[in-house]
């Protein structure tokens, strides 16, 4: 069974940098489109990006476009998400899920099956 696991999470000021991390065990990462997605106090879990299994295809929330990167080592058994220039409305716990087949939905969270269990990212002075 696949399972997921996030880190990279943490405080930065606004302005600042975060590469994000999603590890996979238990199944080859190569099969499967990985989403990330965040969530906030009381709001939905959102998409926030996604990437084919091989990295070919990629597709971002307009909230990130131009600040986050989307990319993935299946030697790794990894997929990253780079965010530059975070705000504090950035402020989530992030997760990654994972999906067999990649689609124009795949900011979607029920798209996935395969959730980690998330890391926090505060962006705050």
């Known amino acids: 069974q696949l399972q997921l696991v996030e880190s990279g999470g943490g405080l930065v000021q606004p302005g600042g940098s975060l590469r994000l991390s999603c590890t996979a065990s238990?199944?080859?990462?190569?099969?499967?489109?990985i989403g990330w997605f965040r969530q906030a106090p009381g709001k939905e879990r959102e998409g926030v990006s996604c990437?084919?299994?091989?990295?070919?295809?990629?597709n971002y929330a307009d909230s990130v476009k131009g600040r986050f990167t989307i990319s993935r080592d299946n030697a790794k058994n990894t997929v990253y998400l780079q965010m530059n220039s975070l705000k504090p409305e950035d402020t989530a716990v992030y997760y990654c899920a994972a999906r067999i087949l990649y689609s124009s939905a795949c900011l979607r969270p029920v798209y996935y099956n395969d959730w980690g269990q998330g890391t926090q990212v505060t962006v705050s002075s």
């Open positions: 238990g199944s080859t990462l190569d099969y499967y489109a």
């Open positions: 990437i084919s299994s091989h990295g070919f295809s990629t």
